[in-house]
C-alpha cells in the first residue's frame, strides 16, 4: 500500500452517496465541484462531516491530553479514515492505534511512525504480515497486547518455525473479570512476564488496559469498578518494576476508551518508577463525537473537570422524506445499512424542505423509533409540524463507529453546507 492510494483515490459510481453517471472524481478535487449537501447533485442517504467541528475536537482532545501530561494513539477503527487519522497526527497525536494488522495498513498511509495494536496478536498470517511491513519499515514501532502463556508460546512457536529473530515489543493487558481480554491476577501477570523477559523474540514494553466496559453515565463520582481496575495496573506495574523486566528504557502504560478517558488516567500517569515513564492514552471517538453515547458521557467529563466546553458532534447522516403513509409517521430513507442503532437510534436534528438550502432545527418531538433496512421510521406527533415528500432531514448519530463502517466515503462540509472536501474508510 503507498501514499497515493490515499491521496489520489477516486470517486465513481460504484460508491454509495456518489451521482450515479457522473465522471469519476479525484479525492483532492471534490471540493471544487460546486456540490450543496442540500443540492440537485447527490444522491441521499449522505453521510457528512462538519470540518470546523473536525478540527475543533483534534485541538481540544490534544490540548487535553497535553495538560494531563499524557500522549494520545488515537483509535483508528473508529473512522479508519487515512485522511482522518493523517489529520489527528499532523495535530499532534504521537501516534496509532488499530485492533488487528489489517487495519494497521491503513495507518502506514497516515505518516505516523508508531502504532499500538490494541488486541492480542497470535495468527501466524498476522505475524508473517506484520514481520513483513516492518522490514519494509524499519523505522516503525509496532506494540501489541499479550495477556497468556498460551499465546506467548505461539508466537515463540511460529518464530522457531519461520526462523525469525524479530524481537518483539509488546504489551502486557490487565483485565477484569467477566469482561473480555486481558490478565486476571497479578500472579498470572508477572508469570507471563518473566516468560517473556527470558524470551529471544520478546521485549516487554509496558501494560496496557482497556476501561470502557465499566463504563457508566449515571455513576459519579468515580465507580468502584475504574478504582479496583486502577490498582491493579498500579500492582502489576510496581511487581514488575521490582523484577526489573523492563525491556525498553521508556515503560508505555496506556489505556483509554472515550467514555470516561479522565477517570482512567490515574493508571497510566503520576507513577513513580525505576524507567521514565509515558503514558498514553487510546480513544478514539472525540474526532467526530456524537449525538447521544459519548454526548451523555462528555456531560459527566466536562462536569468533573470543570469544564465549559467540549468536544462538538461532526457526523451527519442527511436523508430524504420518502413517504408519508398515515398520520403520524414520516417514512425515511435511511435505515440499518447507513446508521449506527447499536447505541441509541439516531436524532432528527435538522430540516430543509425540498428545493431549499435553508434549515431549521427538527422540533424536538420528532423522534426516529424503528430503523428497517433501508428507512428510517420517523414519529411526528399530531400538533407538531410534518414534513412533506421530498424535504430532507439530517440525523444525529450515537456511537459513530458503526456509522463509518457503512460508508466508503463521506463528504466534509463547511458550516453552511457546500461539500469542502471528502474522505474514504477502509472498512
Known amino acids: 500500500m503507498t501514499l497515493t492510494r490515499m491521496h489520489d483515490f477516486c470517486l465513481h459510481t460504484g460508491l454509495k452517496g456518489f451521482p450515479t453517471l457522473h465522471p469519476d472524481v479525484p479525492l483532492d478535487t471534490v471540493g471544487q465541484q460546486g456540490w450543496h449537501v442540500l443540492g440537485a447533485d447527490l444522491p441521499l442517504p449522505l453521510a457528512t462531516l462538519r470540518q470546523s467541528a473536525l478540527t475543533h475536537n483534534m485541538a481540544w482532545m490534544q490540548a487535553w491530553a497535553n495538560r494531563k ?11 479508519l479514515s487515512p485522511q482522518l487519522m493523517q489529520a489527528q497526527v499532523r495535530a499532534g497525536a504521537w501516534g496509532l492505534t488499530f485492533a488487528n494488522v489489517h487495519q494497521l495498513q491503513w495507518g502506514l498511509e497516515t505518516g505516523a511512525q508508531r502504532f499500538i495494536i490494541a488486541n492480542q496478536v497470535v495468527a501466524d498470517a498476522d505475524l508473517q504480515s506484520l514481520d513483513g511491513l516492518l522490514t519494509q519499515r524499519p523505522q516503525m514501532e509496532v506494540f501489541f497486547l499479550v495477556d497468556s502463556l498460551a499465546q506467548w508460546r505461539a508466537i515463540e512457536a511460529w518464530a522457531l518455525r519461520t526462523s525469525c529473530t524479530r524481537v518483539w515489543p509488546v504489551l502486557l ?141 461532526a457526523l451527519q447522516v442527511w436523508a430524504l422524506v420518502q413517504s408519508v403513509p398515515e398520520p403520524g409517521l414520516v417514512i425515511l430513507n435511511a435505515g440499518r445499512r447507513d446508521l449506527s442503532f447499536d447505541q441509541q437510534l439516531p436524532k432528527p436534528l435538522l430540516w430543509a424542505r425540498a428545493g431549499q438550502h435553508a434549515t431549521q432545527p427538527a422540533p424536538m418531538d420528532w423522534q426516529v423509533h424503528a430503523l428497517s433496512d433501508q428507512h428510517a421510521h420517523m414519529h411526528v406527533p399530531a400538533d407538531s409540524p410534518v414534513p412533506q415528500v421530498g424535504d430532507r432531514i439530517a440525523l444525529g448519530i450515537s456511537h459513530p463507529c458503526t456509522t463509518f463502517d457503512k460508508w466508503p466515503w463521506m463528504a466534509v462540509l463547511d458550516d453552511d453546507g457546500a461539500v469542502i472536501g471528502a474522505i474514504t474508510t477502509g472498512f
Open 69 to 79: 501530561g499524557v500522549v494520545l494513539a488515537p483509535h483508528g477503527k473508529t473512522t
Open 173 to 313: 493487558e490487565i483485565g477484569t473479570d467477566g469482561f473480555r481480554t486481558g490478565c486476571r491476577s497479578t500472579p498470572q501477570a508477572l508469570a507471563l512476564s518473566k516468560a517473556i523477559a527470558n524470551s529471544a523474540v520478546g521485549s516487554l514494553a509496558g501494560v496496557e488496559c482497556y476501561e470502557g466496559g465499566l463504563a457508566k453515565v449515571q455513576e459519579d463520582p468515580l465507580p468502584e469498578a475504574i478504582t479496583a481496575l486502577v490498582r491493579r495496573v498500579h500492582e502489576v506495574v510496581h511487581a514488575l518494576d521490582r523484577e526489573d523486566l523492563w525491556g525498553r528504557e521508556h515503560v508505555l502504560l496506556s489505556a483509554g476508551g472515550s467514555a470516561i478517558f479522565d477517570l482512567i488516567l490515574p493508571a497510566i500517569q503520576g507513577l513513580s518508577l525505576s524507567r521514565p515513564v509515558l503514558g498514553v492514552l487510546r480513544s478514539g471517538c472525540y474526532v467526530t463525537h456524537d449525538h447521544g453515547h459519548y454526548a451523555q458521557y462528555l456531560t459527566r467529563v466536562l462536569g468533573r473537570e470543570g469544564l465549559s466546553e467540549g468536544l462538538r458532534p
